[in-house]
């Protein structure tokens, strides 16, 4: 019987390396530890500097405080910090760092280098570690504060190095945290480099809407409101948020912070999003940089070793502050923008430009192509008296234009109108009996058993037609929305592009730039050709033909935000998501509107095609093609069931 001792004691060298997994996960984990003790160090300037999304070189430097000799070979020890002397101090710590921990990780997976100088000292110190070894310490010239350079992150550790994402998924993690650092310390100068390239430079500030100018847009600045700070006892909410008519396709503008620490909670995203409950499309979120202030004794922020999430003692009564106190900023907002102005008459000129607003749809319809026939012509859609032409291909102005592949069959008959590429709502049918529902009533238009009459148009938006004595309502948009997915969706190695006459610069954040970077082949295949043009401008060269030019912006944000909603690595879910997203906005933007007069030929047509079209009960967003009207329900409305009841009882009589 085998009677050695299983339980053994690791070393202190692979205790230290084990535990840094919970501090050092990957590079962004590094930069935030380093970087908050610099703001603890008073720093007024930091730059941060990074090669190979860390992995090669993260370099970080403040003008702070400094640290003597001894404090930097002290700093890397397990446990060391100047931030608190006993437990007790836990309750009240106003610092980032506090328990001695992030240094002591860091220098046991990387090669390190602290270069450092106090005000009062006349030379600076070089001390450099090599894996948790120390290996060399010299005086050096250096200006007052602290360098410090990690490199060769995890070459000590494979297993760890195999488990960190790809370069530009590590990189846009270090710029949402670097984005937060600059939210949070508007006061202080932030600079962020990537491969020697400055992306950011954030000179400190006073404004927080200078702040989010700064990072995101320009224009934010001028979309932005200062919520309103509803005074109650629990905290005071403060920040800014974005007027609804400023909106995006990811939560990447949202940032929360709890006592000046930047935290990661859905409840409280949640509660913003509630805020705005009816004033954002669907799936669209909001620019908002909110600040939690509460006491200390109301709020755990040591959690974990990240401090990324905190726990309060009334949660739901903090979400419900930020919920009413967004709402009452968008209520004043709206109440000023309809303020009236009754010393302000408008001019005769004023009053004509209006009506001329009111009036261009009808007069400005320029039709565009979606389908390239063989002959190659298009077919399309032109306003001619009030009614589209499926049947004609009047354009001959796009003969001269390059054309590829079809994107349909040569036969196709169903044709599209102009559109502008309209918002992206994805509504999924959950409810098994609606489903069957909206299945039953789409064969509807497959018995040929029975003949269909067509009634008309009501409103220019459903088509009415009357089957068996049933009535029938079809969603003109909805109806042919599906079927230009379907076809879209069998064909689309077939699209129809067109080169523009001048290639659309498309300007992006440098983080979203290498996001789309690994995909344009992708893109390529769904029509749209473009290529890098610098770190933060994307060129476009050739679209879709029915795809506008002043809407590319917009598509390649949504595509973006597709993206970023799943695991980039996975290039078959990527081409997967573009196959579905980029043909249901296709088809969203090429199919008839709501508002577009047809005639009875071309609601035939429509009927027909979408008689044969697969899955045509709804369209690709989940909206119901058909509604059916039966004769019975009718009769009921009109209590002619009580007088076929009666009749029947007079013949027994």
């Known amino acids: 019987m085998n009677s050695e001792n299983k339980i053994k004691i690791l070393s202190p060298e692979q205790a230290i390396k084990i535990a840094a997994g919970e501090v050092v996960e990957r590079p962004v984990n590094i930069i935030k530890e380093i970087v908050e003790n610099s703001i603890d160090a008073q720093a007024t300037k930091i730059s941060i500097f990074i090669h190979q999304a860390g992995r090669q070189l993260i370099k970080i430097i403040d003008n702070g405080l400094g640290m003597t000799p001894d404090d930097a070979k002290l700093s890397v020890a397990q446990h060391a910090t100047s931030k608190i002397t006993s437990v007790e101090d836990l309750e009240t710590i106003a610092t980032f760092g506090f328990r001695g921990e992030a240094l002591a990780s860091i220098n046991s997976v990387s090669n390190l280098t602290i270069t450092t100088k106090t005000a009062e000292a006349q030379t600076g110190t070089k001390i ?56 949070d310390y508007s006061s202080i100068h932030f600079q962020l480099y990537n491969e020697d390239k400055l992306q950011f430079n954030c000179p400190a500030v006073h404004k927080l809407s200078d702040r989010a100018a700064q990072l995101f847009d320009t224009h934010l600045q001028e979309k932005i409101y200062n919520l309103i700070d509803l005074e109650n006892k629990l905290c005071s909410v403060t920040g800014i948020i974005s007027a609804p008519t400023y909106y995006r396709y990811d939560r990447n503008q949202i940032f929360i912070f709890v006592n000046n620490r930047w935290v990661k909670n859905i409840d409280l995203t949640k509660a913003i999003m509630r805020g705005y409950a009816g004033a954002l499309p669907a799936q669209k979120y909001p620019a908002a940089i909110i600040f939690i202030q509460i006491d200390t004794n109301q709020v755990d922020v040591n959690i974990h070793p990240k401090k990324e999430e905190v726990k309060f003692l009334y949660p739901k009564k903090i979400e419900t502050v930020i919920v009413n106190s967004i709402k009452a900023t968008l209520d004043q907002s709206i109440k000023k923008q309809f303020e009236p102005t009754f010393f302000e008459p408008t001019t005769p000129q004023e009053n004509k430009a209006m009506q001329f607003d009111e ?29 589209f032409s499926f049947l004609k291909n009047p354009m001959q102005e796009f003969d001269s234009m390059q054309k590829t592949k079809p994107i349909a069959p040569e036969n196709q008959q169903i044709a599209t109108p102009l559109a502008v590429i309209n918002r992206f709502e994805s509504v999924k049918t959950t409810q098994e009996d609606q489903k069957a529902s909206l299945e039953e009533q789409s064969h509807l238009l497959t018995d040929h058993g029975s003949e269909v009459s067509i009634i008309g148009q009501y409103k220019r938006t459903y088509i ?42 498309i300007k992006l954040q440098p983080a979203d730039i290498m996001i789309i970077a690994p ?49 980039e690595t996975d290039q078959t879910r990527i081409a997967h998501l573009l196959n579905e ?47 059916s009207l039966q004769l019975d329900a009718i009769e009921k409305k009109f209590k002619r069931d ?6 029947q009882l007079f013949d027994f009589l």
């Open 128 to 183: 450099s570690w090599n894996f948790g070894k120390l290996q060399q310490e010299t005086l050096t010239s250096h200006p007052t504060g602290t360098t410090l350079e990690i490199a060769n992150l995890f070459d000590n550790i494979p297993a760890r190095q195999k488990f960190l994402k790809k370069d530009e998924t590590e990189w846009r993690a270090i710029v949402t945290l670097f984005q937060a650092f600059c939210l």
């Open 642 to 647: 009580y007088g076929k009841k009666a009749e």
């Open 519 to 567: 995909h344009l082949e992708l893109l390529k295949d769904h029509g749209i050709s473009a290529q890098i043009f610098s770190d933060t401008q994307l060129i476009v060269q050739a679209t879709p033909v029915h795809l506008k030019n002043q809407l590319l912006a917009e598509t390649m944000q949504q595509i973006i935000g597709w993206i970023k909603e799943i695991d």
């Open 359 to 387: 009036i261009a749809r009808t007069i400005d319809y320029q039709p565009q192509p979606v389908f390239a026939e063989k002959n190659g012509s298009f077919a399309t859609y032109k306003k001619e008296e009030e009614t």
């Open 464 to 505: 009415l037609f009357e089957k068996d004595g049933d009535l029938l309502f079809v969603d003109q948009h909805a109806a042919h929305e599906r079927i230009l997915y379907e076809q879209f969706k069998s064909n689309f190695q077939n699209i129809a592009t067109i080169q523009l006459m001048f290639p659309e610069f």
């Open 581 to 627: 997203k980029v043909h249901t906005k296709m088809a969203c933007s090429a199919a008839i509107k709501a508002g577009d007069l047809l005639n009875m030929e071309q609601m035939q047509q429509l009927l027909k095609t979408l008689s044969i079209t697969d899955n045509k009960s709804t369209c690709p967003h989940g909206r119901p093609t058909l509604w």
